[in-house]
Nanobody, 122 residues
């Protein structure tokens, strides 16, 4: 059984920055790619970013490319999402999950963590 615990969300003004963290319990972390997803108000959950099991490659949604950076620390079983130049469209609940190595947009576990709220205002 895996547990996903996200943190770091906050209220921030447009143009600001935040760093999200996700701690993953269980034996899955170091052997698997990890991803971040988000669910804006009234919309479906969407892919944001993913990082390979080795940390050597990453993939980003077009909407966040150049502004967000995903990283991982296997010693801490933690994946991070550094977000900068935040805009109103980044307002959402952010979640992490183990992702499919063949398709990073495909999450593995149907049971999500509680997520962390990011609110961007002007």
């Amino acid at each position: 059984q895996v547990q996903l615990v996200e943190s770091g969300g906050d209220w921030v003004q447009t143009g600001g920055s935040l760093r999200l963290s996700c701690v993953v319990s269980g034996p899955f972390f170091s052997r698997n790619p990890m991803g971040w997803f988000r669910q804006p108000p009234g919309k479906e959950r969407e892919f944001v970013a993913a990082i390979s099991a080795s940390g050597g490659s990453a993939e980003y949604a077009d909407a966040v490319k150049g502004r967000f950076t995903i990283s991982r620390d296997d010693a801490k079983n933690t994946v991070y999402l550094q977000m900068s130049s935040l805009n109103l469209e980044d307002t959402a609940v952010y979640y992490c999950n183990v992702v499919n190595g063949g398709n990073y947009r495909d999450h593995i576990f149907d049971s999500w963590g509680q997520g962390t709220q990011v609110t961007v205002s002007s």
